[in-house]
């Protein structure tokens, strides 16, 4: 039985590092492109809302679909669906069909396809994977991503600057392939639904509901865009701050974002090895709890050198709160409600971060950007105390962790 879920994560895990590789690395080819080319904000704008607008729009509907249909089918459609767009796009860019435009809707029907493939991947990763091990897997995935996310931007810069357009989208074609065919060996028995006419809207306003009375969902949810808002200066301000107080080279900015890249993958390391504590909301306020350290020190006159230790540092939190915010979700959400729930954080997440630059980006221009990152880590350290100390999860953690009536069924059971 070990042996089984394990060649299934294996494998699972393998194909979506594949198809991320080359997800990424097409689309920072198709930005910069677009950016080299025009050499205009607006239109490196509008690239840039095209591939995160209809994410958000087709998330909660994805949700939806994720919890009605075949998961490991619906993963498969969407990343066959970026590949054949790419594989439009290749062939009208080698026939002569060069048009910018052209690279904004294959943009958008990427973006289409990533707001289906991100909530249920999340939410079929419990269907093979036992509980007890949902944290190893999630930490090893977040890993993946990450060192998939350093590679990426670095074979794109390098094929971008030596090979055409047309050429590099042949990278997420294939990829893709490889993908989804490594994907398809993973095996999972699926109860036959009701394939009756579904009620989207009804459906949508049932899983927001759903999150909304659950006492520990709703709460975790609170807690998780709060700390969206709070890591805001951190993931954006930052290469702001570098400019301004270390100087204008590319260097610092690249390093700035690799050591970041380097600390998130020994964090994920360090996450899937140990396993976190027992009670997975003591591991989210020793994570939050260094992230707000970090971000203190950061904002100390101490040099660049010492601003990247720090930097790499924060890196290493990260996955300490993320791996087991998703963890917690896919342990306590009901089976069938997940895809919807998940498809909720995705453009709850996906929302808050550029809300919250709406106010953190306007008072950079007055406010010192190190003064910034001093109150934010101040507000981190303060919440990981009130996270910790939550009446509610301390109420779950005396009833021995997940009540009854909310234990998930066996991986490959539940559909």
Request: glycine fraction near 8%; hydrophobic fraction near 50%; charged fraction near 10%.
């Amino acid at each position: 039985m070990e042996k089984t879920w394990k060649k299934k994560a294996g494998l699972f895990l393998t194909s979506q590092a594949v198809s991320l590789f080359g997800s990424s690395l097409v689309q920072y080819a198709i930005i910069w492109y677009i950016t080299l080319k025009t050499q205009s904000g607006v239109m490196t704008t509008l690239a840039t809302l095209c591939g995160f607008i209809p994410q958000v729009l087709i998330s909660l509907f994805a949700g939806v679909w994720a919890d009605k249909y075949n998961k490991k089918k619906l993963i498969m459609l969407a990343d066959g669906t970026i590949a054949l767009a790419t594989l439009v796009i290749a062939i009208l860019f080698l026939a002569g069909f060069d048009f910018i435009w052209l690279l904004f809707v294959v943009l958008c029907i990427r973006s289409f396809g990533s707001g289906i493939q991100t909530p249920t991947v999340t939410s079929f990763i419990p269907e093979i994977v036992p509980e007890q091990h949902l944290m190893r897997v999630n930490g090893i995935n977040t890993t993946v991503q990450s060192i998939m996310l350093i590679i990426s931007p670095a074979v794109s810069g390098a094929l971008l600057a030596n090979v055409e357009l047309e050429y590099i989208f042949f990278v997420d074609v294939i990829t893709a392939v490889i993908g989804i065919s490594v994907f398809s060996f993973v095996q999972v028995h699926y109860q036959k639904r009701d394939q009756g006419k579904v009620d989207y809207f009804g459906a949508i306003k049932e899983g927001i509901l759903y999150t909304k009375n659950h006492r520990f969902v709703s709460r975790m949810m609170i807690y998780l865009v709060l700390a969206n808002i709070l890591m805001a200066p951190l993931s954006i301000l930052n290469p702001l701050m570098v400019t301004r107080s270390f100087g204008a080279d590319p260097w610092y900015l690249t390093l700035n974002e690799m050591i970041f890249f380097i600390g998130n993958i020994l964090g994920g390391v360090l996450i899937s090895s140990w396993g976190g504590f027992k009670n997975k909301i003591h591991t989210i306020g020793l994570g939050c709890l260094l992230c707000g350290v970090f971000s203190v020190l950061m904002g100390l006159p101490l040099g660049f050198v010492v601003y990247l230790v720090w930097m790499a540092l924060t890196g290493l939190t990260m996955p300490m709160v993320n791996t087991p915010f998703i963890t917690l979700f896919q342990e306590h959400v009901d089976p069938d409600k997940q895809g919807r729930v998940f498809s909720l954080i995705s453009v709850i997440t996906g929302a808050v971060m550029p809300l919250a630059m709406v106010f953190f980006g306007p008072l950079a221009d007055y406010v010192k950007i190190e003064y910034i990152l001093i109150a934010t880590g101040l507000l981190f350290m303060a919440g990981s105390f009130f996270l910790v100390r939550d009446k509610v999860f301390q109420e779950l953690a005396h009833k021995g962790g997940i009540p009854a009536q909310e234990q998930p069924a066996e991986p490959g059971a539940q559909e």
